[in-house]
């Protein structure tokens, strides 16, 4: 096993049981005697497909283990496997018949970051947010029960997953509808239990074994004619239970608990696996893994280890995480500019649903360590929970990527909007985020904030003026909104000061001498915007804020200029462009206007490069669609 960045195979590994089980179906042809070193070679292929591609990384490493065991004790894809989140599923994709497409992971027309129903049968439902696994496979389980089906529904979930309100939702409703189902929780950060060994795992093979159940519901059978004989005998299993298993709350809820046993060690994985796999009703199995196992530095670091980017040529160094090719990035300047205003005022607080690395909040956390608080995958209560402060005074700051925030869209409505309550919402990995693909772009926030009463919602278009708009919105009685992208911006030299701009107002960074070509820009495209202008001798507005509209600058550019053209990362349906257009409309004032943002379609992964390339929003795409609008309007 390697134990060093360097040390991740550059050549393909000899792979010769992997090569016989290139499906499910050959896996289990295998002997279990066989499955250790199959585990051992699917751990190096992965560590070299990663190396070749860059990507998720620890989570993957993690589950080499359960990944083998789940698809040699079901009956996949028949029976149905539905991973959470989906960071962990390479294994799976490398056992699915996927081993030779790994090389175009997260490539333009390549494999998916994710788990996809139309990329595999062995995909049975498609995931990249968290906490959905449970509900899927409740689902499924249902369908089938009505169809009169024996198959089974497995959901794998991880302890971070679990925190959310969504899996204990599903959780609850599964032993109510009394669900024959399994649910496993990979438990990778030890947060429930350590209680890892060998009395543990033998306690599983017994709980979890047919002698144990079927003495379970004999007695049962037994004991329930007897008045009080069974609830006694119950409760005493239970405080027995609790007293050597931490699955207490899983009981109470209705489930069969088993565990936690060691998710590194096959033979008792697959043992306890085929004992619950016939077993009726809801059944709970918590493994324990370690992340990043089999690979030292991920061991040790595994936020550090969750993604890797693709390995240099041989000689040249290796890094976990690229430098940055230009200015800071933008969840820099905002983690800069939270511990800036945190130091101004007292009553601001900052608030994350377990992103506080991505959305750099690491420094604020250290510094203002009783003002830092992160609730987990829990973006409803996030949102809420900022509501409620702001009730009694606090200033928070809500740190959420754009997708993200769409869970947690009816709080925002009914607990902050209607009540007009002071949120400011920093909102990260807005527009398109590359290869992560569809599930993770922040296409549609400003289509889904701007229809609600009372929100600011601002577009820095780099990053001073993203330190100026969060000032801004900090400042706003009422809701507020900064959407910003992921990665760096074009290197603005940045203000140290921590003051407003004018609420709704636009700046003219070009004007144009022409007449004939307006650009209103809506964020970080006004750099290209500037490069295009130069060819239509354009005029440039940085719009700032798409709520409220800068309606007196549209409308002396609309009496200006022969055509407007409207640029955004957003969905062109609902967005920033659709605001002026009927700005215009409800003024009567006819004007040729062409919106350019995302199209009514979900954007493949690829390098965000292509992905904008694809979605004309580079200058070669935006020159192209001017011109062909300004000759069909007949002015060249």
């Known amino acids: 096993m390697p134990t060093t960045f360097h040390e991740i195979p550059r050549a393909r590994p000899a792979t010769p049981l992997l090569d016989r089980a290139s499906t499910p179906v050959e896996l289990r042809r295998l002997g279990e005697a066989e499955l250790l070193t199959l585990a051992d070679e699917l751990r190096q292929y992965l560590l070299y497909s990663v190396g070749q591609t860059g990507g998720h990384f620890g989570a993957g490493l993690g589950v080499i283990e359960l990944t083998v065991a789940l698809h040699y004790v079901f009956d996949t894809p028949d029976d149905r496997l539905v991973w959470d989140v989906g960071h962990q599923a390479y294994p799976h994709k490398i056992l699915t018949g996927r081993r030779e497409r790994m090389g175009s992971l997260r490539q333009k027309d390549g494999l998916a970051a994710f788990p996809r129903r139309s990329e595999s049968e062995y995909d049975t439902f498609g995931v990249g947010h968290s906490s959905t696994s449970i509900s899927a496979a409740l689902g499924m389980a249902i369908a089938a029960r009505m169809q009169g089906s024996g198959r089974k529904s497995v959901a794998v979930i991880g302890d971070g997953a679990l925190t959310a309100g969504m899996a204990f939702e599903a959780l609850n409703h599964a032993s109510e509808v009394k669900a024959d189902m399994l649910v496993i929780l990979n438990d990778n950060d030890m947060s429930i239990s350590n209680n890892v060994g060998g009395l543990s795992n033998y306690l599983a093979k017994i709980l979890s074994s047919r002698t144990y159940s079927s003495m379970r519901e004999g007695s049962k059978k037994v004991l329930s004619r007897l008045p009080g004989a069974w609830e006694i005998a119950r409760r005493t299993e239970e405080y027995a239970k609790g007293m050597l298993v931490p699955g207490t709350l899983f009981e109470e809820l209705g489930w069969n608990y088993i565990g936690p046993i060691d998710g590194h060690d096959l033979p008792t994985l697959i043992a306890t696996l085929r004992n619950m796999r016939d077993l009726k009703g809801p059944q709970f199995l918590h493994v ?48 800069q500019w939270l511990c800036d205003m945190a130091a101004s005022d007292p009553r601001l607080v900052g608030i994350t649903p377990a992103m506080k690395e991505g959305s750099d909040l690491v420094a604020f ?26 009730c009694d005074g606090a200033k928070p700051v809500v740190a959420i990527y754009s997708t993200f925030l769409q869970r947690g869209y009816d709080q925002l409505i009914h607990d902050v909007a209607v009540q007009n309550l002071d949120v400011l919402f920093a909102i990260d990995r807005a527009g398109l985020v590359g290869e992560d693909g569809p599930t993770h772009a922040g ?3 400003l289509s889904y904030l701007r229809c609600i009463p009372g929100m600011l919602v601002m577009t820095p278009s780099d990053e001073n003026e993203l330190r100026k708009l969060l000032t801004t919105g900090h400042h706003f009685e009422g809701p507020a909104a900064v959407r910003y992208p992921r990665g760096t911006g074009p290197n603005a030299p940045i203000e140290a000061t921590l003051e407003p701009v004018e609420i709704g107002k636009g700046v003219l960074r070009r004007e144009g001498k022409a007449g004939k070509v307006a650009f209103l820009v809506f964020g970080v495209q006004l750099a290209e915007a500037l490069k295009v202008a130069e060819q239509f001798d354009a005029t440039v507005a940085d719009m700032r804020f798409v709520k409220p509209l800068d309606e007196e600058l549209v409308r002396q ?33 006819q004007q040729p206007i062409l919106h350019l943002g995302l199209p009514d379609y979900y954007v493949e992964h690829a390098k965000p490069a292509q992905m904008l390339a694809e979605c004309g929003l580079d200058a070669a795409g935006i020159e192209a669609s001017v011109k062909a609008r300004l000759e069909a309007l007949g002015k060249r």
């Open 288 to 335: 324990v893994t370690k992340k990043g196992k089999g690979f030292g530095p991920a061991e040790i670091d595994p936020i550090g280890y969750h993604a890797i980017t693709k390995l240099e040529p041989e000689g040249a160094p290796a890094h976990a995480v690229p430098k940055p090719a230009g200015g800071p990035k933008y969840s820099s300047v905002f983690g």
């Open 365 to 390: 956390a250290d510094r203002f360590p009783d003002r830092y608080f992160d609730v987990a995958i829990a973006e409803q209560h996030a949102v809420t929970l900022a509501a409620g402060m702001a």
């Open 443 to 445: 296409s549609f926030d």
């Open 557 to 589: 550019l609309a009496a200006s200029h022969e055509l407007l053209v409207t640029l955004e990362e957003n969905s062109v349906m609902g967005g920033a462009g659709a605001a002026v257009s009927e700005f215009l409309a409800r003024e009567n004032l």
